[in-house]
């Protein structure tokens, strides 16, 4: 079945450090992969996506590169703010029309 | 803008009641979706539905139904709510292509709900 891991959090970062985190699927065929955020008391929203293999979605700061041969999809950002603290997570969609999240990983940027 | 909204952010429920979450999105969305997240599981879909009166049930759909009258909305029914049923619910929209996969989810703001 389809199914995405994440790295546990919460991930405690100081502004402006590097930010990476990680993301491993496992699917048949060829998934969409996407990251998305959720900031404290809203709902979710698509941060970034890629298609097909080797893409690479990139938004706000953050990319991804859809990584087929180590089924990995990393979320990294060179410089972080304290305004991007929230929860992020990795997902995947493929045949049948459901997206398939990972746990999520709390982001904490300390000032 | 697509905007799907979720009738109420908190709502505090006794066990037994019958609970109704509504949402209802503006984009003249097919596909629609009920999810649970719960701290380290993320995000589980109850029950998603692609037409009018469509249903097909997701990974956890067990005491939980759905209704969809309206292509505008879709609620999400506990028919005896029960204290392990204490979570967010979120709401989402997708419109229906040709490549479904490689369309994102619009998600609302979601509901917490709490079963006393």
């Known amino acids: 079945g389809n199914s995405v891991t994440q790295m546990e959090g919460p991930v405690t970062l100081s502004e402006e450090a590097f930010l990476t985190i990680n993301c491993t699927y496992t699917?048949?065929?060829?998934?969409?992969l996407f990251w998305y955020v959720q900031y404290p008391g809203e709902g979710l929203q698509l941060l970034l996506k890629a298609t097909k293999a080797d893409d690479k979605g990139s938004n706000k700061g953050f990319e991804a590169t859809y990584r087929k041969e180590t089924t990995s999809f990393h979320l990294e950002k060179g410089s972080v703010q304290v305004s991007d603290s929230a929860v992020y997570f990795c997902?995947?969609?493929?045949?049948?029309?459901?997206?398939?999240f990972g746990a999520g990983t709390i982001l904490r940027v300390k000032s | 803008d697509v905007k799907v909204t979720q009738s109420s952010r908190y709502l505090v429920k006794r066990t037994g009641e019958k609970v109704f979450l509504e949402c209802v999105q503006d984009?003249?969305?097919?596909?629609m979706f009920w999810y649970r997240q719960d701290p380290g599981l993320g995000l589980r879909l109850i029950y998603f539905?692609?037409?009018?009166?469509?249903?097909e049930k997701g990974d956890i759909p067990e005491g939980y139904s759905v209704s969809r009258e309206k292509k505008e909305r879709f609620s999400l029914i506990l028919e005896s709510a029960s204290t392990n049923q204490t979570s967010m619910y979120l709401c989402?929209?997708?419109?229906?292509?040709?490549?479904?996969?490689?369309?994102?989810?619009?998600f609302g703001n979601g509901t917490r709900l709490t079963v006393t």
């Open positions: 997902a995947l969609r493929n045949w049948g029309n459901k997206l398939v």
């Open positions: 989402a929209s997708s419109p229906r292509v040709r490549r479904e996969r490689y369309v994102s989810l619009h």
């Open positions: 699917a048949t065929g060829y998934p969409s």
């Open positions: 984009m003249d969305h097919e596909n």
């Open positions: 539905s692609y037409d009018v009166k469509m249903k």
